[in-house]
């Protein structure tokens, strides 16, 4: 017999009641279709006598009334639309599940739809060519006192303590955003400074991880010069600071990753100086606010407080 597993087609039906006509058996008519013999007979027993277009129009209809069909309503597809501000797919769907709504989707289900819309409009990462890079000591010797990455502990890869961070700087057209972002619970801290100074970068990291120095073990930066004031830092926050190898941006991909997020809301080229801080302080919050699926699709925000609430409204 066959091995088809897709529904019958109208021109496969056309072929069945023709054949039927002709007195074949349902055996005989599966074994010319290459289908299976239960899926010929299961048609041939839907109407009597028996008919392809009748037949056809009877599967769409149950088709299209199916629940798997009708629970991906408007309703559901405005919600989604929504939440696609904020959040993938898959992060989506996983969210669903972990607040077990009555209506749920799977990522592949949002992802068809998003096809069919302006998909790059409504995905958060919108991809880019990667372009090979030269020069292996390229902003080293502007750190003095640089400590390399593999000096680093294990436990920081590990990802099974808090307290290891990550920084880096995301430039506007007139200012800058400083972040860090915890290894651990995904938490995004930031501060715009108008230059990126070493002095004025260094000033800024101790005072947004001031609060956080309890959990301040260690933090990984990459070789830009803003970071030669490492030292100091160090210092203050009682911690240690390793460097990444020039180029090797993925040795803090959660950083470089958490600010592709930041450019949604501040694109390259955006002017930053005078944003209100009140618009950047909302876009860290959307972020911190984000369900990860690293951390079982919980929010940076829920996972520190340890507490969960409702992030997808009911339909």
């Known amino acids: 017999m066959g091995t088809h597993t897709s529904q019958l087609t109208l021109k496969e039906r ?23 013999n239960k899926t010929v007979s299961r048609e041939l027993n839907r109407c009597n006598p028996y008919s392809a277009e009748s037949a056809h129009r009877q599967m769409l209809q149950r088709r299209h009334g199916a629940y798997k069909y009708t629970k991906f309503d408007f309703a559901m597809k405005v919600q989604i639309d929504h939440q696609l501000k904020n959040a993938s797919p898959e992060q989506i769907a996983g969210r669903m599940r972990l ?41 080293v010797k502007l750190i003095p006192g640089r400590i390399d990455i593999d000096e680093r502990p294990v436990i920081v890869d590990d990802n099974t303590e808090l307290g290891h961070w990550e920084g880096d700087t995301v430039y506007g057209q007139d200012g800058y955003l400083v972040t860090l972002v915890e290894r651990v619970s995904k938490l995004l801290l930031t501060r715009r400074v108008s230059n990126k100074s070493k002095k004025t970068v260094s000033r800024a990291i101790k005072q947004m991880l001031k609060p956080y120095q309890a959990v301040c073990k260690t933090i990984t930066f990459d070789n830009g010069g803003e970071f030669a004031g490492h030292q100091s830092i160090a210092r203050e926050l009682g911690c240690k600071i390793y460097f990444a190898k020039p180029y090797h941006s993925w040795e803090r ?19 930053i100086g005078k944003l209100p801080k009140s618009q950047i302080d909302d876009a860290v919050f959307r972020i911190n606010a984000r369900p990860r699926k690293m951390l ?5 925000l829920e996972f520190l407080v340890g507490k969960r609430v409702s992030l997808i409204l009911e339909i």
């Open 14 to 36: 056309y072929q069945i009641e023709v054949l039927n006509g002709q007195n074949y058996s349902a055996r005989a008519i599966a074994i010319k279709l290459g289908r299976s």
């Open 99 to 139: 607040e077990k709504c009555n209506k749920t989707v799977s990522c592949s289900t949002i992802y068809r739809w998003i096809k069919r819309l302006n998909w790059r409009l409504r995905l958060p990462r919108k991809g880019k060519l990667y372009r090979k890079r030269t020069g292996p000591e390229a902003g």
């Open 253 to 271: 991909g959660l950083n470089e990753n958490t600010n592709g997020l930041l450019r949604r809301f501040f694109p390259k080229g955006m002017k």
């Open 296 to 300: 079982n699709y919980w929010s940076p």
